[in-house]
């Protein structure tokens, strides 16, 4: 059976998780209180629906219980989003995922048991930062406060050498997870791998570490 996601509020956000979904083949009920923007994923989405996501009584004939996970994207009006998510946890549904505005915003979700919560403005400001300072980075993702996986152009002194040479490990506390070469991906790869310029390199390490990693292939570029 097909994963059945819903997703509450079309916005620039809530509207590319629609897209994203329904490309994925995945079951996408949309739901917003703007008829423009429901009528504009009306043939995107499996159902598209006007509707107040406040209203209990709205989201129960809309079988909102029934779907694995539902994700809370309703932009500027915090309250909506608030009494919103508190509805859904209520009626039981299994995975709430919720954007949030701010830290403020951010605390009230926990406690009102959203199941995870996202700053994608934040999040995606974070990503580009790393991309703007460095060629070298192709993508950067937070795990946790304090560690991160990020994507690392190897650069020309990098060129034929070893893992076990260029010791990223040892000298940054990182570790190498994947290189991704053309087509090919070398998952977890040994200490005698041959790296080649232009070979990317998934890194995953503490944000100081990887920091400091960066910055030393900036200065390699």
Do not use: W
């Amino acid at each position: 059976m097909k994963k059945q996601y819903a997703v509450i509020g079309l916005g620039r956000f809530g509207g590319s998780m629609c897209k994203a979904l329904a490309d994925q083949g995945m079951e996408v009920l949309a739901i917003d209180i703007d008829e423009d923007r429901v009528n504009e994923f009306s043939n995107v989405v499996t159902h598209a629906v006007i509707a107040d996501s406040t209203d209990e009584g709205v989201l129960k004939s809309l079988g909102i219980r029934n779907f694995q996970h539902v994700v809370v994207a309703i932009g500027d009006n915090l309250q909506s989003s608030i009494l919103t998510t508190l509805i859904l946890k209520e009626m039981g549904v299994e995975k709430i995922t919720v954007k949030a505005q701010n830290d403020y915003h951010e605390k009230v979700l926990r406690k009102i048991g959203a199941d995870k919560i996202i700053h994608p403005e934040r999040d995606m400001g974070v990503r580009i930062a790393h991309q703007i300072v460095s060629n070298n980075v192709l993508d950067y993702l937070e795990l946790s406060d304090e560690h991160s996986i990020v994507e690392l152009v190897a650069t020309k002194k990098m060129n034929n050498k070893s893992l076990i040479e260029l010791d990223i490990r040892a000298k940054y506390g990182c570790n190498v997870v994947a290189v991704k070469r053309g087509k090919d991906i070398y998952v977890s790869p040994q200490a005698d791998q041959s790296i080649h310029q232009g070979d990317v390199l998934i890194v995953i390490g503490g944000d100081k570490d990887i920091n400091r990693l960066e910055k030393q292939m900036a200065n390699e570029e």
